[in-house]
């Protein structure tokens, strides 16, 4: 296996760690109701593990932006806490 080969493969697995910690989280420790009914579908990291693109759907009311932009909102204040817990509960810096 070569070292890009490699790399890839670990971007995959912190990928999936990221997805399932994060929609555990959403489900059960975010707290603003602003943030209910959304779910983690897809983590997108770059290959140096530095960023990451969360995307998330919503269960009900996806057609309606002002819903979506809610979401967004909430979702933006829980940001820190989220990436405090994951980083700790992964073992990431």
Do not use: C, F, W, Y
């Not at 996806?62 to 932009?69: E, F, K, L, Q, V």
């Amino acid at each position: 296996m070569t070292a890009e080969q490699e790399t890839r493969t670990r971007v995959r697995r912190v990928e999936k760690g990221l997805r399932e910690e994060l929609a555990s989280m959403l489900a059960h420790e975010v707290k603003d109701p602003g943030a209910a009914g959304a779910i983690v579908t897809r983590v997108d990291l770059t290959n140096d593990l530095r960023s990451a693109k969360v995307h998330v759907r919503l269960l009900e009311g996806g057609d309606d932006p002002a819903r979506r932009t809610a979401v967004v909102a909430a979702l933006g204040r829980a940001t820190g806490m989220l990436r405090r817990e994951v980083t700790q509960r992964l073992r990431l810096r």
